[in-house]
T-cell receptor, first 112, second 113 residues
Framework: GQQLNQSPQSMFIQEGEDVSMNCTSS?????WLWYKQDPGEGPVLLIA?????ELTSNGRLTAQFGITRKDSFLNISASIPSDVGIYFC????????????FGTGTRLQVTL | DADVTQTPRNRITKTGKRIMLECSQT?????MYWYRQDPGLGLRLIYY???????NKGEISDGYSVSRQAQAKFSLSLESAIPNQTALYFC????????????FGPGTRLTVL
């Protein structure tokens, strides 16, 4: 089945650094979502993007819906230890048969 | 209280056994989903339901069945469990009127020996 190409797969960063990750697809989507998953928990929605070119922030997180509708980016500024986890992008085309397609995840680890 | 709950949270079973995983939600959403998560593969859709009488196969439905007993409840069954069904299972819900943003339960860790 189709999946989104998410990169990087994993990253180690120092506390205080900024983080960038991205997600690309060969198909067009009209909604992009970013989730974070903590160990032993389900994914939690961070940011939802509904319009091509849209830039949305949630605290230290900023995400953009690519203008081509085939990609999205997530940036985390001034990382802190609780940012550790797996970040997933997901996309869908809303409608009667809307189904989420997920990226393979970016594992973020923060060193003090 | 959690909006989406799953039971059990952990289960160990043997090959050939029948297993049922339960999902309940208090969000009032009409759509419910079952996903499977394996290391390095992200989440893959097993089944989904847009209403009580609506059941649809997802990407990897073989070996699974579901029942939507009420708007708030969606159960996943493994009729005869096999070891490669060992995985994390997540239930999710969404509301068609809110651009279908999905909200996930805490997951069930299933091990088939």
């Amino acid at each position: 089945g189709q999946q989104l190409n998410q990169s990087p797969q994993s990253m180690f960063i120092q506390e205080g650094e900024d983080v960038s990750m991205n997600c690309t697809s060969s198909s067009i989507f009209n909604t992009w979502l970013w989730y974070k998953q903590d160990p032993g928990e389900g994914p939690v929605l961070l940011i939802a993007l509904y319009k091509a070119g849209e830039l949305t922030s949630n605290g230290r997180l900023t995400a953009q819906f690519g203008i081509t509708r085939k990609d999205s980016f997530l940036n985390i500024s001034a990382s802190i230890p609780s940012d550790v986890g797996i970040y997933f992008c997901a996309a869908l085309n809303t409608g009667t048969a809307s189904k989420l397609t997920f990226g393979t995840g970016t594992r973020l680890q923060v060193t003090l | 209280d959690a909006d989406v709950t799953q039971t059990p949270r952990n289960r160990i079973t043997k090959t050939g056994k029948r297993i049922m995983l339960e999902c309940s939600q208090t969000k009032g959403h009409d759509r419910m989903y079952w996903y499977r998560q394996d290391p390095g593969l992200g989440l893959r859709l097993i089944y989904y339901s847009f209403d009580v009488k609506d059941i649809n196969k997802g990407e990897i439905s073989d070996g699974y069945s579901v029942s939507r007993q009420a708007q708030a409840k969606f159960s996943l069954s493994l009729e005869s469990a096999i070891p490669n069904q060992t995985a994390l299972y997540f239930c999710a819900t969404s509301f068609a009127g809110s651009s279908d943003t999905q909200y996930f339960g805490p997951g069930t860790r299933l091990t088939v020996l």
